[in-house]
């Protein structure tokens, strides 16, 4: 089972990820990809983390997302990833922009290979206006190719708004 559930910043898509791993009564790997390169960050961290149960497993990877999942991979068990548009955004940054697209390859590739049941996180970042800076425009075209490739290899797919979650595939 693959999940891609989508939403606004602050829109309670971390919170219904969590809720339905709770819910799963599975065993958790959660998958941070979040880096700490400031304060606000730090405490965007700090709030996740107090917020899911302290017995899950933790990763962290910021960047080579495909090759993590597969090695954790095992059956009966949950893997949520919590947040591509965080891990895309550490990709776009590096110096060789070749890395971001294999790495995207490398993720829809790997994802049906899965045993565990997925969880991904996502900022849906095409609902409002075209940036004006270039690597703006670079991350919302990109993040948004990345979601629709998703939704298409996904058995379910969710869009939360408002801490309500709307079905946009699968059952409820």
């Given at each position: 089972m693959l999940q891609l559930i989508l939403g606004g910043a602050r829109s309670g898509k971390s919170r219904l990820a969590e809720q339905t791993a709770i819910d799963r009564q599975l065993a958790v790997?959660?998958?941070?990809?979040?880096?700490?390169l400031d304060f606000e960050m730090q405490s965007r961290i700090t709030h996740h983390q107090n917020?899911?149960?302290?017995?899950?497993?933790?990763?962290?990877?910021?960047?080579?997302?495909?090759?993590?999942?597969?090695?954790?991979?095992?059956?009966?068990?949950?893997?949520?990833?919590?947040?591509?548009?965080l891990w895309?955004?550490?990709?776009?940054?590096l110096e060789d922009?070749?890395?971001q697209q294999l790495e995207c390859e490398q993720l829809l590739k790997v994802l049906p290979t899965l045993q565990s049941e997925i969880i991904?996180?996502?900022?849906?970042?095409?609902?409002?206006?075209?940036?004006?800076?270039e690597i703006s425009r670079r991350f919302v075209d990109e993040a948004g190719r990345l979601h629709q490739s998703l939704g298409q290899i996904a058995d379910k797919v969710v869009f939360c708004v408002a801490g309500?979650?709307?079905i946009l595939k699968g059952e409820k």
């Open positions: 790997t959660y998958v941070a990809t979040a880096q700490a917020q899911r149960p302290s017995h899950w497993s933790l990763v962290e990877e910021p960047l080579y997302l495909a090759k993590i999942l597969q090695k954790i991979d095992r059956p009966n068990q949950i893997i949520l990833v919590d947040c591509l548009t895309l955004t550490n990709l776009l940054l922009q070749n890395v991904l996180v996502s900022n849906e970042t095409g609902l409002g206006v075209v940036p004006l800076g309500f979650p709307m």
